[in-house]
């Protein structure tokens, strides 16, 4: 099968706590949540990471950026502060080759993680 789980969770083949929806951008709670809030935004379209999207399509990347900070507000967390991240590649921590943007908040999130 050549779709991503994320595509399958665009499609609703694989249930996800859905957040928020555009046109454009699907977010949804991470199965594995890393802070209070954590939430994936992901375009619709897939593109493997961040770089690859800017480079395609600069528009749909303001959509996922867009998308984060709605997110936030909507969660409460856009006052206090909160992360957004794209990991990239392998040494990134990438593990879905679906771009997606975390947004971490709810606490005090320290500095970003060192090199393990
Ligand atoms: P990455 O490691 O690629 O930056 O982020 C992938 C994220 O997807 C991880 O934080 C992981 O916890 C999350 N994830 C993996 N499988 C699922 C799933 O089936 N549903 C949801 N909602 N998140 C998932």
């Known amino acids: 099968m050549s779709?991503?789980?994320f595509e399958q969770i665009i499609d609703r083949e694989v249930p996800a706590?859905?957040?928020h929806e555009t046109e454009t951008t699907?977010?949804?709670r991470d199965i594995n949540p890393r802070a209070p809030v954590h939430v994936l935004v992901i375009p619709k379209t897939r593109y493997?990471?961040?770089a690859e999207l800017a480079a395609a399509d600069p528009r749909l990347l303001a959509?996922?950026?867009s998308t984060a900070a709605t997110v936030?507000?909507?969660e409460g967390i856009a006052e206090a502060g909160y992360r957004v991240t794209f990991n990239t590649g392998d040494?990134?921590?990438q593990t879905v080759y679906h771009v997606h943007a975390h947004v971490l908040g709810g606490a005090p999130l320290g500095p970003e993680a060192a090199p393990r």
């Open 63 to 65: 959509d996922v950026l």
């Open 26 to 28: 699907l977010a949804f």
């Open 72 to 74: 936030a507000e909507q």
């Open 48 to 50: 493997r990471n961040v």
């Open 3 to 5: 779709e991503t789980l």
């Open 91 to 93: 040494d990134g921590g």
């Open 17 to 19: 706590d859905i957040v």
